[in-house]
């Protein structure tokens, strides 16, 4: 049974999601401050959120380690590292560098639909005829967004190949959600999501070493303050911010409220890169949500039978 929504958890979450939107406005607006490529600063981002994950998985080791885990655990957090927050982040990274923020996040909140797609074709769940019509909504959506940004961003050379990037990494990372739902309860929260970013963390770390030198990483205030805020801001808050959701009100209830994500972006990104906001990016925008929305509470509704 879901958890009732509180106040607190509300805010906690619907916080955390706005943040969250937030890495696509400052991916933007460093590419175009500093020059720099999409690896090097993915690498500072994570870089700078380092400290703060080695002390909670620290402090989780201390507190919430109650159950040893295993090595196949390990090598499923391991695995969902991997793809959750290195090889997603770096698919989301380079597809920036050419789309907008506002088609960047739409493409990306396809996850939810890939996840439940995940679950009825490879563990077998049932796909109910809620679920399809969410399914049907959210496709239709991004195909009216997608179609009505091609008008403003195809002269854009790169415009193919960075959706292309930003549909992989909603791919990999619905396959993060749906090992983390199965090892989260087994794992907690906490001590889940620390070890993940730790896992992902090597893995970007590794990536950056065998196609850069460490020494021509160009360390301006300007590149050093839009990796310090992407790693604060739009990775170490949210991330905890999140899991604390979770545990306040549940998955179904945070996953519908993360839902304000994509409308977040596309005013920020109004706001902060001059983007231009169109009527098929507002009316796809709105059925993307309500797909979302619609798997959100048929997955409530299911869980209280």
Known sequence: MDKKITLAGFLITLLGAIF?????????????????????????????SLPFYLLAAWLVARKENKQLLTRRDWLLILTMGILGYYLSSLFDFIGLQYVSAGLERLILFLYPTFAVLINTFYFRTKLGSVQLIALVLTYLGIGIAYFGEMKLDTSHPGFYYGSFMIFLCAITYSFYLVGTGR???????????????????????????????????????????????????????????????????????????????????????????????????????????????????????????
């Open 183 to 305: 090892m989260v309860q087994r794992v907690g929260v906490t001590r889940y999501t620390a070890y993940a970013m730790l896992a992902a963390t090597a893995g970007i770390f590794v990536h950056f070493l065998v196609t850069h030198r460490v020494q021509d990483i160009p360390f301006t205030g300007t590149l050093v303050g839009y990796g310090i805020a992407l790693a604060i801001i739009a990775t170490v808050l949210p991330s905890f911010m999140m899991s604390n959701g979770m545990k306040r009100i549940g998955s179904n209830n945070v996953s519908i409220i993360t839902s304000i994500g994509p409308v977040s972006t596309i005013l920020q990104a109004h706001w902060f890169l001059g983007e231009e906001i169109i009527p098929a990016q507002i009316f796809g925008t709105a059925l993307v949500i309500a797909g979302v929305i619609l798997i959100g509470w048929q997955s409530k509704f299911a869980g209280n039978q």
């Open 20 to 48: 969250f939107s937030t890495k696509a406005i400052l991916v933007k607006l460093a590419f175009h401050a500093t020059q720099v490529d999409a690896v090097t600063l993915l690498s500072l981002r994570m870089l700078f």
